[in-house]
């Protein structure tokens, strides 16, 4: 059983890794608490149910529809609310404001239109069919999420690393006014940073809705208190926080579920997080900065 529950752990952690990726891309980058970004989560779920209901496309079509969708509304929601506070140089806590305006009504709209019932993906999208070692069954559901998972992080570091784009995200991230100077196209990578993340929160979703399959609007609201959690226990801004922060968050829920309480699952990832606010608060790979007087 315990075999079993750290396949479970593991899965589940992938996608909250995920998630929290493209949440840590826009802190760490643009120093903005942007709670839109658990809307994104549900688009991208919803896209990728449409296209398998009414397109009949498979996992393969669906999924990269769900995150590239997911990526243009981040960008259109990203100019719309965030680029005139950007420019007045405004604090974290006017985004905070603003985007949680954004998100509730967000949210209603796509209840208004979508409804609030929950909706699941056809029979047979994807192969219901599963390896067996011993004890420990995976089936193809989670191999797929957790291959998805790799393939993503690999790419977003590649791109980080060995890109141009990746130089620009990276010189924004030290220094707006520096990276202006030095001639890069500030807007336009903003706009790439917002596509990036939210290509990562809709693949999020559509991987969580496979697990689950259950999708429902409000399906972001859920995830983006997980987020929360795993880049503060990670370290806000830390990209190789978020990712083992939200792999541990998920052996852990699924560990207490099944050994505890599934009641005891919800209060995981606050209890952790109040535990490492208490005792180190820059997260486990975050770094404190001096500040002069």
Do not use: C
């Amino acid at each position: 059983m315990l075999s079993q529950q750290l396949v479970n752990g593991l899965v589940l952690g992938s996608t909250y890794a995920l998630f929290a990726l493209g949440f840590t891309l826009i802190f760490g980058v643009l120093r903005v608490i942007n709670l839109t970004y658990g809307f994104y989560f549900s688009v991208g779920a919803f896209v990728a149910l449409t296209a398998a209901r009414e397109l009949g496309a498979n996992i393969w079509v669906a999924l990269p529809l769900g995150a590239v969708a997911a990526g243009l509304v981040a960008v259109v929601a990203d100019w719309l609310l965030l680029t005139r506070l950007r420019r007045a140089k405004a604090g974290e806590l006017a985004s905070l404001m603003v985007t949680l305006g954004a998100v509730l009504a967000l949210y209603s709209l796509m209840a208004v239109f979508i409804g609030t019932d929950i909706q699941r993906f056809p029979f047979g999208f994807v192969d219901n069919s599963a390896l067996e070692f011993g004890d420990v069954r995976i089936s193809t559901v989670q191999i797929l999420i957790i291959g998805t998972t790799l393939v993503l992080v690999a790419l977003l570091f590649v791109l980080l690393q060995r890109t141009k784009l990746g130089l620009m995200i990276r010189a924004l991230a030290e220094n707006e006014d520096a990276a202006r100077l030095m001639g890069i196209n500030v807007g336009l990578t903003v706009a790439a940073v917002s596509f990036l993340s939210g290509m990562l929160g809709g693949a999020a979703g559509v991987l969580i809705g496979l697990n689950f399959n259950a999708i429902q609007p409000f399906m972001g609201e859920h995830m983006m208190l997980r987020g929360f959690a795993v880049i503060i226990i990670g370290g806000l801004g830390d990209i190789r926080g978020a990712l083992i922060a939200g792999v541990l968050l998920g052996l852990l829920e699924v560990l207490t579920a099944g050994y505890i309480s599934s009641n005891a699952r919800e209060a995981v990832a606050f209890t952790i997080l109040v535990l490492t606010l208490w005792f180190r608060p820059v997260g486990l790979f975050g770094r404190a900065q001096a500040k002069r007087a």
